[in-house]
């Protein structure tokens, strides 16, 4: 828990870890205390400090001008509440004020106010699925929009995630840049956490513990097979391992 706060914190929540592990059978201990040494757990306090780090991570891309910048969310039917409480974060700690858009990208295509660069700016990327059927969107609404500069910003990203971007941006032909401060693979990956040689055994032995906890079947590994190992303190994305 060092990395997720301070000492405060940390000394708070090692207490809610040894009471959530006394539920285990001490065999299964040692798998859960591999996946949670690669854990990412990202609280309000820390999202504030990274949202900076990331606007100096896409200025450095970018360059200082941003005044032909349209920054914006994942639309609300395509995310979750905590792309609102990202974006609030990013806009305010920032700055940007002055050139952000928050609710309103949905009403600029409709009026075929074409911005030359569009930023969207949210928590994480897991399967990708989220931004693709957005932008999907954006272009059936505006086709012109295929033709802008567009950045996608995230704290974190799946490996997973950005190569279906990656598969989404070439097949159209845009111009796509993700800029991400952290990335996981999926938590069984050959020698990932576990070497290659134990790794599907300790996957079948992750599997009958969520069996046991009555995790459903389709979360177990998460949405999609994607494996994540990531949480926020107010939302867990569905692609994180049902049992966390």
């Not at 111009?175 to 999926?186: G, P």
């Not at 459903?216 to 949405?223: D, F, H, R, T, V």
Request: proline share 2%; charged share 25%.
């Amino acid at each position: 828990t060092k990395r997720w706060g301070d000492a405060n914190f940390k000394k708070e929540f090692d207490k809610i870890l040894d009471d959530w592990l006394k539920q285990f059978n001490k065999e299964d201990i040692p798998v859960l205390l591999e996946l949670l040494k690669n854990f990412y757990y990202y609280t309000e306090i820390s999202i504030n400090q990274k949202v900076i780090a990331l606007h100096k991570s896409f200025l450095e891309i970018h360059g200082e001008d941003i005044s032909k910048v349209l920054f914006t969310k994942i639309p609300k039917e395509y995310g979750v509440a905590n792309s609102d409480m990202i974006f609030a974060s990013y806009w305010y700690n920032n700055e940007i004020k002055g050139y952000s858009s928050n609710d309103v990208v949905r009403d600029y295509l409709e009026k075929d106010v074409i911005p030359a660069e569009l930023v969207i700016v949210d928590d994480f990327i897991g399967s990708g699925d989220t931004f693709i059927e957005a932008l999907s969107n954006m272009f059936s609404i505006s086709p012109e929009l295929q033709n802008s500069k567009i950045y996608i910003l995230v704290l974190h990203s799946t490996t997973t995630g950005l190569q279906n971007l990656e598969k989404f941006k070439t097949k159209l032909g845009i111009d796509i840049t993700i800029v991400y401060l952290d990335y996981t693979n999926k938590a069984f990956k050959e020698d990932y956490i576990f070497p290659k040689i134990e790794v599907r055994l300790k996957q079948e032995q992750y599997e009958l513990i969520c069996q046991g906890k009555k995790v459903s079947q389709n979360a177990i590994l998460g949405y999609s097979d994607i494996q994540s190992l990531v949480s926020f303190q107010k939302t867990t994305p569905n692609d994180t391992l049902g049992l966390f």
